[in-house]
């Protein structure tokens, strides 16, 4: 049995694949540790994992603004000590980062103390703390296709996301009437995700006469601290039910995503091998302020390989007429989930297990050479 310290803590597109990791190396026999933040979204999600150790550390996010600047500095300093202490304590044979302001201190400290160390980048433009901390790393996991300058080319894997068990999909009869949501009536799910979700409420809220009216039932995901829960009913000509949901945060993605017809979100990678796992086709609106812009290179690449489509957020005004041009026809419907089928064929989460238990194989140098770290 190894021991592995995962970092994924921040947001929920770097906290699902750490449950996931955790979960399938559980599974193998091994032992694991999830490094979080102290922030909202990580209390929520691993509230429905309590057969899962975590460990909270201190951190925030970089920024170029002063006061934000010196907080970062400040609390990643504390998030440094916190690490070494706790890797010193806990002694991991492997240590694995997803990326965001809880990877780098932990990376840090696990290259301090002779602990190999591994990242995984799932967005198509890898973040800060990846391009800063790859060339540190025994390996780097990267999206199909991507490479990172500085990294060497023994170091990198291309693999994907890996996803959460639960995230198989489900009959969509039963996943809507778990959800409270008509079965016969077609269904639109509105992500926005854990920051820029306004715009995207605000555009569902607008359209709510037009879907009832259309009979197209509605569940949209706020995000926390959002706007209030609550469910509106309207009906449509027939004189049927037609419900619109609003939810600040839903810990059963699996079934919502298998209960819709047509999803709209923004395009963090997770979402996007969710959709895919799930077989739902989705229209994206990569969120304009996203890190270097990553989000509409992941939504480029959704696109070409037969996703779903993209609209960019200065043409919400369109955005309706696009759903109805989709939802209603069953055929490209299909050749979307068709598409997403074939985009799932590769296990990442295995792929990713079974070299990890490589890297952490007794009689194994995994630390890389210094002249290459220099390199």
Request: hydrophobic letters at 40%; glycine letters at 12%; zero cysteines.
């Given at each position: 049995m190894s021991r592995f310290l995962i970092s994924c803590g921040g947001t929920g597109g770097h906290l699902s694949p750490g449950i996931a990791l955790?979960?399938?190396?559980?599974?193998?026999?091994?032992?694991?540790?999830?490094l979080v933040s102290m922030k909202k979204v990580d209390t929520r999600l691993l509230e429905k994992y309590p057969h899962l150790r975590f460990e909270r550390s201190p951190g925030t996010a970089f920024s170029l603004r002063p006061v934000p600047l010196l907080r970062c500095v400040g609390t990643q300093s504390k998030a440094f000590a916190h690490c070494v202490r706790f890797v010193r304590a806990w002694r991991p044979d492997g240590i694995v980062g997803f990326g965001g302001f809880t990877s780098a201190p932990v990376i840090a400290a696990g290259r301090m103390c002779g602990v190999p160390v591994s990242l995984h980048e799932s967005n198509r433009v890898p973040g800060l703390a990846i391009r800063g901390l790859g060339r540190l790393a025994h390996r780097v996991y990267l999206p199909p296709g991507v490479r990172l300058a500085g990294v060497r080319p023994a170091a990198t894997r291309h693999i994907g996301l890996p996803v959460r068990r639960e995230f198989v999909r489900q009959p969509q009869a039963a996943a809507r009437a778990a959800l409270g949501l008509e079965p016969n009536l077609p269904v639109l799910v509105v992500l926005g995700g854990s920051q820029g979700s306004g715009a995207l409420n605000d555009w569902v809220r607008s359209r709510l006469g037009e879907f009832a009216a259309e009979g197209i039932q509605v569940y949209c995901v706020t995000g926390l601290g959002k706007g209030r829960d609550g469910t509106i009913e309207g009906r449509n000509p027939a004189g049927q039910v037609v419900r619109a949901v609003f939810a600040s945060f839903s810990d059963r993605m699996n079934e919502l995503l298998s209960a819709a017809d047509l999803v709209v979100s923004r395009a963090g990678a997770g979402t996007l091998a969710e959709l895919i796992r799930c077989e739902t086709p989705a229209i994206l609106v990569p969120y304009p302020q996203a890190a270097d812009d990553?989000?509409?290179?992941?939504a480029e690449y959704f696109e070409r390989q037969g996703g779903g489509l993209v609209i960019e957020q200065t043409r919400l005004a369109h955005l309706h007429q696009e759903v109805m041009d989709v939802i209603f026809n069953d055929w490209l419907l299909r050749k979307f989930r068709g598409n997403l089928r074939r985009m799932d064929r590769a296990n990442s989460l295995e792929l990713m297990l079974r070299d990890l238990e490589e890297i952490v194989a007794p009689g194994r140098n995994p630390l890389p050479a210094a002249h290459a770290i220099a390199a």
């Open positions: 955790a979960e399938g190396l559980a599974v193998r026999g091994h032992e694991s540790v999830l990553h989000q509409r290179a992941n």
